[in-house]
Structure formats: structure tokens, C-alpha cells
């Protein structure tokens, strides 16, 4: 699998990936986490206007997406019910989804991030239990909770990769 930033002609793909995975978000129980609307179009035009926009290419087709941003994301500045394992420089995995057909997508984001970056954070709702299981899955501790900017909880993680 190949991990490249996102060209701006690819967006209706993207579109159509995060559409698919609010449809999962809602059939496994979790129908609140982006709602009818997230993540905005918006803004997923800035992540790739920013050069923060990544796909999962295999077989010459787009399976995944996500953001990943290093530096500071304020949304993690006040974190509750625990610590980050450190304050060191991060990179945050935001807004990740993938196609039906599509296994590994977080599994071989945080490779590629690992290889950019010591220590990666991701949060997700209480309710993603399938987004909750895979980052445990993949060695992330469990910090504690934050909340984003609507105003809504987020279990916060960490990892410390192995570069």
C-alpha cells in the first residue's frame, strides 16, 4: 500500500470515502461522531491545500484517507482523566476513513507517520468502538480525554513510535 499526500483533482474521491465512513460510524452504533456533515468539505480542502491530506493507494485506486499534521494541535493543549506520555514534538492522525473493501488503512498510516514523527496522537469518540480497538491494537496508550471543538469528549491516545 502507498501512502501519498492528496491531489486537489482527487476531492470527489475523498468525498465519497468519508461519506462511506460516516454510513459505517452510523451502523456500528456511532452516529454523532461526524453526523450528517463531517468532516466539511471545507476543511478537507484546506488539509489539502496545507499539503495535510494523505490517501492509501492500492492497485492504482484510492482505498483510504486521512490528515496528519505535525506540530501543536491546541485541541490537545488540556487533556483530562490522565497525562500525555510526553511533550515532546507530535504528529496527530485526524479524520481517517477508508473503502469497504479496504483493511490496514490505520495500520499503514501510522507506519508512515511513525517514520516522520517520534510520537503520534489520534483521538476518537467513545463511541468508534472499532476505531478504539484498532489503536489499541497498535500499541497506542490511552492518555486520557479531550474535547473538541464542538465542545464534545474525545478519548485521546499516544504512541511513541519505533524510528
Known amino acids: 500500500m502507498e501512502i501519498r499526500k492528496t491531489r486537489p483533482d482527487e476531492l470527489e474521491v475523498v468525498l ?31 488539509d489539502i491545500e496545507k499539503g495535510n491530506s494523505y490517501v492509501a493507494v492500492e492497485n492504482g485506486k484510492i482505498v483510504g484517507v486521512f490528515a496528519f499534521i505535525i506540530g501543536r494541535d491546541p485541541t490537545y493543549d488540556y487533556i483530562e482523566d490522565g497525562e500525555w506520555l510526553n511533550d515532546e514534538e507530535y504528529g ?14 490505520l495500520s499503514a498510516a501510522v507506519e508512515y507517520c511513525g517514520e516522520r514523527v517520534e510520537n503520534i496522537r489520534i483521538d476518537t469518540h467513545k463511541e468508534n468502538a472499532i476505531m478504539r480497538h484498532l489503536t489499541e491494537k497498535l500499541g497506542f496508550t490511552r492518555c486520557g480525554i479531550i474535547y473538541v471543538d464542538d465542545g464534545t469528549a474525545r478519548i485521546a491516545y499516544q504512541k511513541i513510535s519505533n524510528r
Open 16 to 46: 465519497r470515502i468519508y461519506a462511506h465512513g460516516r454510513e459505517i460510524m452510523r451502523r456500528e452504533g456511532n452516529p454523532t461522531q461526524w453526523g450528517e456533515n463531517r468532516p466539511a468539505k471545507e476543511l478537507i480542502v484546506g
Open 92 to 105: 496527530t492522525i485526524h479524520r481517517i476513513a477508508s473503502t469497504e473493501e479496504a483493511h490496514g488503512i
